[in-house]
């Protein structure tokens, strides 16, 4: 199995930036894509963004495109979202995502909160 732990998250003024890392343990996640969802209270969780095995494929969500970075460091099982011009719509809980065989393993999740 594997353990995801999301960090990097806090409080930010519109506009800002916050770099998000999601750690992996317990089995290397270098030959799998990985996820970032996000989440607020009452909504289902969302997608926002995705990178493939060696970070040569990404693609995004319409609400983050040319907003947000997603990359990754096989070598340190770690994958980053870099989130910049932060608006209060981003405001969520984000999480990280990996699938393996078939099963979906989620982090707890890191909170970001942007204020206008």
């Known amino acids: 199995q594997v353990q995801l732990v999301e960090s990097g998250g806090g409080l930010v003024q519109a506009g800002g930036s916050l770099k998000l890392s999601c750690v992996a343990s317990?089995?290397?996640?270098?030959?799998?894509?990985m996820g970032w969802f996000r989440q607020v209270p009452g909504m289902p969780r969302e997608f926002v963004s995705f990178?493939?095995?060696?970070?040569?494929?990404?693609n995004y969500a319409d609400s983050v495109k040319g907003r947000f970075t997603v990359s990754r460091d096989n070598a340190k099982n770690i994958v980053y979202l870099q989130m910049n011009s932060l608006k209060s719509e981003d405001t969520a809980v984000y999480y990280c995502?990996?699938?393996?065989?078939?099963?979906?393993?989620w982090g707890q999740g890191t909170q970001v909160t942007v204020s206008s």
């Open positions: 317990g089995r290397t996640i270098s030959n799998y894509a």
């Open positions: 990178i493939n095995w060696n970070g040569g494929s990404t």
């Open positions: 995502r990996n699938t393996w065989r078939g099963e979906d393993y």
